[in-house]
Nanobody
Framework: QVRLAESGGGLVQAGGSLSLSCTSS????????IGWFRQAPGKEREFVAG???????YYADSVKGRCTISRDNAKNTVNLQMNSLEPEDTALYYC?????????????????WGQGTQVTVSS
């Protein structure tokens, strides 16, 4: 099975940066599309960014130009570098492998979610 853990969240001022990491400690994720999602209280879980193992990347319009997703197959990790953070980015951030055959931005196509890492951006 795939076991994922997110880390790197924290409290930052608007305009600051954070680097989030998604690490698999179980089955290798080298063959999977990995997505980052976020969820704020009272809101639906939404797609942030994703990457397949050929290096193709996908971003939500809300973070395009401010975030960079990357992979390190040797370390079995996927990272999300976030710059120019805004209060609207405040949420619990999750990563998961895509196990379904549907749309890459649909959270229901993903499974084996980690515990999440909290990102809080103050104005």
């Amino acid at each position: 099975q795939v076991r994922l853990a997110e880390s790197g969240g924290g409290l930052v001022q608007a305009g600051g940066s954070l680097s989030l990491s998604c690490t698999s400690s179980g089955r290798t994720v080298s063959g999977y599309f990995i997505g980052w999602f976020r969820q704020a209280p009272g809101k639906e879980r939404e797609f942030v960014a994703g990457i397949n193992w050929s290096g193709m990347t996908y971003y939500a319009d809300s973070v395009k130009g401010r975030c960079t997703i990357s992979r390190d197959n040797a370390k079995n990790t996927v990272n999300l570098q976030m710059n120019s953070l805004e209060p609207e980015d405040t949420a619990l951030y999750y990563c998961a492998p895509k196990v379904g055959s549907g749309r890459y931005y649909d959270s229901s196509e993903f499974d084996y979610w980690g515990q999440g890492t909290q990102v809080t951006v103050s104005s």
